[in-house]
């Protein structure tokens, strides 16, 4: 099982920007699929984006064109980009990962993910 580390995240105003990270941790012989969740205050956890070797998905059409994920091979990390944020966005996102096979599935059902981060804050807010 990987553990992971998340940083990044905290106070943006509409329209700016924010990069968190998911640093993962731990041996595994397969090629782990790395995803980003949120919940908002009074919703349901939902999947935004997944990314398995190079492939990244995108699950949410609310963010699509303004958020991206990628890996940091430097860092070993997978990175969150948020752009133009928005009043929306606020909410608790969460990096986790899934191992199956040898290069596993991305999928944006969380009950499939092995491994979580601690969670990370963002708001945004004028």
């Known amino acids: 099982q990987l553990q992971l580390v998340q940083s990044g995240g905290g106070l943006v105003q509409p329209g700016g920007s924010l990069r968190l990270s998911c640093a993962a941790s731990?041996?595994?012989?397969?090629?782990?699929?790395i995803a980003w969740f949120r919940q908002a205050p009074g919703k349901e956890r939902e999947g935004l984006l997944c990314i398995s070797r190079n492939t990244g998905t995108t699950y949410v059409d609310s963010v699509k064109g303004r958020f991206s994920i990628s890996r940091d091979n430097a860092r070993k990390s997978i990175v969150l980009q948020m752009n133009d944020l928005k009043l929306e966005d606020t909410a608790v996102y969460y990096c986790a990962a899934r191992v199956f096979g040898i290069t596993t599935p991305c999928t944006n059902d969380e009950t499939l993910f092995d491994s979580w981060g601690q969670g990370t804050q963002v708001t945004v807010s004028s």
């Open positions: 731990g041996s595994t012989l397969a090629f782990p699929a």
